[in-house]
């Protein structure tokens, strides 16, 4: 042979017989027939559905910010983490990290958002709970995709409520404690959610435990007002001059003080904004994303995980969606980790 052989594609294709229905709704890509839902997960919006679901995880939106005292946009949040890229479709999602295709081994629903209307912030915070509490007593997991941190109050003691007599620790990632006594006279605004918990009794200080804290505010008045508490905290010094795996260790077993039980709860402002830029009140300095991955792996994969929250995230300041990846992966990994859970048990 003196020529070169001529390249070709000559079979291009692995074309179905019928091309028009080779491919279900989860096959397709995420962006395409998008129902709306988590991961295009079913949706069990009431009651009766959720029941008949028979859901261990239940996806829930909480789509409130009149509680941002900086930059707003929360609101949108939900559906951004819903609508996240991803890459493969729930049918045959499969975790690297921890060697497990989560929906083989879990029943997870979107049970859609808590029915808020703007304006009315007292009424969201009720119908939040009610919401969140409807969830848990169905016997799933709720998972709230927020918002601002002002949902926490009213989504963790609806699960302390349900669980009631027994107790809730909660492990809490952030930038800023969230512990303030009031915002321009507001009390539940997004700066005050974790006082409320603690005032009025839902978690105890001492089993209250934050990770990632740093900058310039709480002031100095809310710090002495949580070391009356007993309330527990690791600082980002902390965690780069220990590392965030020891540092998380310590605060599950702080958490477990008494509780049997974890609440989690992540303002996706505990990761540096140079990776989570889209959140309202961003600080410098903060965890990497693949920091917080392995830490949600690590909480959810030890304890028994009662409910969790992401929140914070504020679409109109995301770049490539780069903030609402990281708050979807987040939610993935603990249902990942909850899975994983499961299959070893059985």
Known sequence: MTDAPDFRIEHSELRGDDEFSEFTTTDLPYYSDWRGSFEKLPWATDDEAL???????????????EGTSSRPGARFGPRAIR?????????????IQLDVEPYEHLTVVDAGDAPIVPTRFERALRVIHEKVFRVASAGAVPIVLGGDHSITYPSAAAVARHV???KVGVVHFDAHADTGADQWGNLYGHGEPMRR??????????????????????????WDWMREQGLRWHTMVEVEERGSEAVISDAIAEALDGPDCIYLSVDIDVVDPGMAPATGT????GMLARELLRSVRQIVGRVELVGMDVV??????????VTAILAHRTVMEAISALAKRRADAR
């Open 51 to 65: 029941r008949a679901a028979d859901a261990d995880v239940a996806i829930v939106g909480a789509p409130l910010d």
């Open 83 to 95: 609508m996240a890229p991803t890459a493969w479709g729930s049918d045959y999602a499969w975790s």
């Open 164 to 166: 009631w007599p027994r």
């Open 197 to 222: 918990l603690i005032e009025e009794g839902w978690v105890a200080g001492p089993n209250f435990v934050q990770v990632g804290l740093r900058g310039y505010w709480p002031e100095q008045e809310t």
């Open 282 to 285: 961003p600080e410098s300095g």
């Open 312 to 321: 914070e995230v504020s679409p109109p300041y995301d770049h490539a969606e």
